[in-house]
């Protein structure tokens, strides 16, 4: 008998460069850990006029990773782990 599962974000990796950001990279993680969607993050981050992309060798397994880049500045690679989380 198998145990029901759902995944879930269990960790959140950013790698950004040593300079200051025009976007606060805390809210975007705390937004991710607190069950905002990768795809809706994006979709608020694009309508704020910072552009959000998916990496291209994207959601291999249990990893989705994207990039942001506001006006002119160098783009942050964010790295999203999720895992299969058994249902009580």
């Known amino acids: 008998m198998s145990i029901p599962t759902h995944r879930q974000l269990i960790a959140v990796a950013i790698r950004s460069p040593e ?4 976007f606060p990279l805390e809210t975007i993680k705390q937004s991710l850990l607190d069950g905002v969607t990768v795809e809706a993050l994006m979709s608020t981050l694009n309508q ?11 959601d291999q397994g249990d990893v989705t990773a994207f990039w942001i880049q506001g ?18």
């Open 19 to 22: 300079e200051a950001l025009p």
């Open 48 to 58: 704020k006029g910072i552009r959000a992309w998916r990496e291209s060798e994207s």
């Open 71 to 88: 006006g002119g500045e160098q783009a942050v690679l964010i790295s999203c782990q999720y895992g299969d989380i058994p249902i009580h």
